[in-house]
């Protein structure tokens, strides 16, 4: 409820957030989940409304995990992949949650998908990487938790590429590297003036 009720200043500030005690409040943690939300939104806050994001992510979660395991084996692991996290209780609790876990699963899946597809030719495509590093920022910024991913796609990069070092000198990993960096530090530097009043904001809102 908390995000639903923070994904209703997207339609006024454009950012997710709420008052408190007459002071804007942005949202520090979590902070791309209420877009989702907020789009939903659009068509009235209700169960379903809200609910949905969810229910979508979690139904492309299937297709793009059987496709990880049609990339990495087989089409034979991808269908029982796709098949095994389609009837994981779990993962249909967290496809009816108006919450992260959905959202950042769905992030973090195709960090990794895209991340594969980046680093299995020589040199590596500059495009994927980008874009597995753009999804990596919206992994990180669904749920905090999930910094954890980075290092094991590190693992990944060397466990596939062992013994070989000519990725070293590969610049669009650097740029991803930085974009991620900023991404991972704004928040933290937001946090200590999340609760300063605006007075920029206030006259918007008047």
């Known amino acids: 409820m908390g995000l639903v009720t923070k994904s209703k200043g997207i ?4 950012i ?20 989702p939300l907020a789009l939903a939104g659009l068509f009235g806050y209700s169960e379903l409304t809200m609910r ?3 229910c979508v992510m979690g139904t492309l979660c299937i297709g793009l995990l059987g496709l990880l395991g049609l990339r990495l084996f087989n089409w034979r692991t991808g269908l029982v992949a ?20 959905q959202q950042c699963q769905f992030m973090a899946l195709l960090t990794i998908l895209l991340f594969y597809e980046a680093i299995r030719f020589r040199p590596f495509r500059g495009k994927f990487l980008i874009a597995a590093s753009i999804c990596y920022c ?4 669904s749920w ?10 590190f693992v990944a990069l060397m466990i596939y590429r062992w013994g070989e ?42």
Do not use: H, K
């Open 82 to 101: 796709a098949l095994i996290y389609a009837c994981m209780p779990l993962d249909i609790r967290w496809g009816q949650n108006a919450f992260y876990p």
């Open 138 to 141: 919206f992994t990180y910024l």
């Open 16 to 35: 997710p957030y709420t008052t408190y005690a007459g002071d804007v409040r942005w949202i520090t943690t979590y902070e791309v989940v209420p877009y």
């Open 165 to 206: 070092c000519w990725w070293v000198n590969e610049i669009n990993l650097y740029r991803g590297l930085f974009f991620i960096g900023a991404v991972v530090v704004a928040p933290s530097c937001s946090r200590p003036v999340a609760g300063a009043p605006s007075p920029l904001v206030r006259s918007r809102l008047s």
């Open 11 to 14: 339609y006024s500030l454009g």
């Open 52 to 54: 949905l994001p969810s």
């Open 144 to 153: 905090e938790g999930s910094a954890f991913l980075l290092p094991s796609l």
